[in-house]
């Protein structure tokens, strides 16, 4: 696939940021999609030295169903479904980890999803998986699938919290200059 292609793919379908530059990586692995992105500005806000990035570039859960206490007909997904995103931010240098993210898993008898977290000096790996087992979902399972979703919503929306060492005395320059990147893996 042309590299212009994909990087539209990514993302309008799959609903990535646009990055300031894209890199296809899948030359060796077609039946995956890898690719590379660096960003001049990914965190979402910032509050004195910590910069609140979002704990996944990719929101790997897109159903929002709402519970229904009366339900009386099954729910039919399109397909069961496993999705897998290996997000790695590797840090420039001057950046720590102050709050990270902890490794979860939620699992029931048509949803499990589980997050795994490995944070070095300056690389935080974030590899998550969410499999929806069945594809008719009888109405007395509806809700347990409405409430896992919701609960992955919400381990979605948390936030990384990196500090930047020295911020006072080079706040206004280093914003322009830094870079963050990241690489995903769908599978």
Same mark, same amino acid.
Request: aromatic share 14%; glycine share 2%; hydrophobic share 35%.
């Given at each position: 696939?042309?590299p212009g292609r994909l990087k539209e793919l990514i993302v309008r379908y799959f609903q990535y940021k646009e990055g300031d530059l894209f890199v296809n ?8 999609? *890898?690719?590379?992105? #660096?960003?001049?500005? %990914? ?14 570039? !990719? ?5 929002? %169903?709402?519970? #229904? ?21 590797? @840090? ?39 499999? !929806? ?21 919400? #381990?979605?929306? @948390?936030? !990384?919290? %990196?500090?930047?060492? *020295? ?8 914003l322009n200059s830094t870079l963050f990147r990241f690489s995903s893996i769908l599978a």
């Amino acid at each position: 696939m042309e590299p212009g292609r994909l990087k539209e793919l990514i993302v309008r379908y799959f609903q990535y940021k646009e990055g300031d530059l894209f890199v296809n990586d899948s030359v060796d692995h077609p039946e995956e999609i *890898n690719f590379s992105m #660096e960003f001049n500005k %990914l965190f979402d806000f910032k509050s004195g030295p910590n910069f609140f990035f979002p704990s996944s570039i !990719l929101k790997i859960n897109a159903e929002n %169903l709402h519970s #229904e206490n009366n339900r009386s007909i099954e729910y039919v997904f399109h397909f069961p479904y496993q999705k897998t995103d290996t997000t790695i931010f590797r @840090l420039p240098p001057g950046f720590t980890l102050e709050s990270p993210l902890k490794t979860k898993e939620l699992a029931n008898k048509y949803v499990h999803y589980n997050r795994v977290v490995n944070a070095t000096e300056n690389t935080i790996t974030i590899i998550t998986n969410l499999t !929806l087992k069945e594809s008719i979902i009888p109405a007395s399972g509806y809700n347990d699938v409405t409430d896992a979703f919701a609960q992955i919503k919400k #381990e979605e929306d @948390l936030k !990384l919290i %990196l500090q930047k060492n *020295n911020w006072r005395f080079r706040e206004n320059n280093w914003l322009n200059s830094t870079l963050f990147r990241f690489s995903s893996i769908l599978a």
